[in-house]
Nanobody, 118 residues
Framework: QVQLVESGGGLVQAGDSLRLSCAAS????????MGWFRQAPGKEREFVAA????????YYADSVKGRFTISRDNAKNTVYLQMNSLKPEDTAVYYC???????????WGQGTQVTVSS
């Protein structure tokens, strides 16, 4: 089974930056997409960013393009989300996700809280 552990959330002011980390279990992830979703109070969970593990190709939601950068460290089985120019509307619980490209099975981390004050 795949296990994902997020870290790096916190309380920041608008315009600040945060770097989220998602550490995955020991297997290789060449057959996975990994990414980030978020869920704000009273809202549905939404896609933020994803990365094709094998190639490093990134994908972003329109709301974060130009501000967020997703990356991976193959040696550490870790995916990162660098969040710059944070806005109050970025406030949410951020969840790491891994999706098998063949089986289409999803795995989720426990979530990490990001709060951006005005």
């Amino acid at each position: 089974q795949v296990q994902l552990v997020e870290s790096g959330g916190g309380l920041v002011q608008a315009g600040d930056s945060l770097r989220l980390s998602c550490a995955a279990s020991g297997r290789t992830f060449t057959s996975y997409d990994m990414g980030w979703f978020r869920q704000a109070p009273g809202k549905e969970r939404e896609f933020v960013a994803a990365i094709r593990w094998s190639s490093g190709s990134p994908y972003y939601a329109d709301s974060v393009k130009g501000r967020f950068t997703i990356s991976r460290d193959n040696a550490k089985n870790t995916v990162y989300l660098q969040m710059n120019s944070l806005k109050p509307e970025d406030t949410a619980v951020y969840y790491c996700n891994a999706r098998h490209l063949v089986l289409h099975s999803d795995y989720w981390g426990q979530g990490t809280q990001v709060t951006v004050s005005s």
